[in-house]
């Protein structure tokens, strides 16, 4: 059974960091892209970051590029993502995703999601 099990989330003050950790189990990803999505309340999925389990290609979304950096040790099936200078609008659930084959930075595709990660940031 395929699971990725997201940690790391929190309460943190604007201006703060914090590191999300995706553990994927269940298979080999060793051919998937994985990356981040996060949803705010009343607000739709929005893609975040991606990395390529192999070649490391990394694409991030405009609002959290230069802040947020996305890596992977494949060694522990892990995926992270470590949250630098934190904004109130950074606030969502995050969620760990997994696909086969090419990079995404849209949720159509994804084989696998997580159950998120609550990430709250206060002004």
């Known amino acids: 059974q395929v699971r990725l099990v997201e940690s790391g989330g929190g309460l943190v003050q604007a201006g703060g960091s914090l590191r999300l950790s995706c553990v994927a189990s269940?298979?080999?990803?060793?051919?998937?892209?994985m990356g981040w999505f996060r949803q705010a309340p009343g607000k739709e999925r929005e893609f975040v970051a991606a990395?390529?389990?192999?070649?490391?290609?990394?694409p991030y979304a405009e609002s959290v590029k230069g802040r947020f950096t996305i890596s992977r040790d494949n060694t522990k099936n892990t995926l992270y993502l470590q949250m630098n200078s934190l904004k109130p609008e950074d606030t969502a659930t995050y969620y760990c995703?997994?696909?086969?084959?090419?990079?995404?930075?849209?949720?159509?595709?994804?084989?696998?999601w997580g159950k998120g990660t609550l990430v709250i940031v206060s002004s």
């Open positions: 995703a997994a696909r086969r084959g090419t990079l995404f930075t849209a949720a159509q595709g994804i084989d696998y």
């Open positions: 269940g298979r080999t990803f060793s051919n998937y892209a």
């Open positions: 990395i390529h389990w192999i070649d490391g290609t990394t």
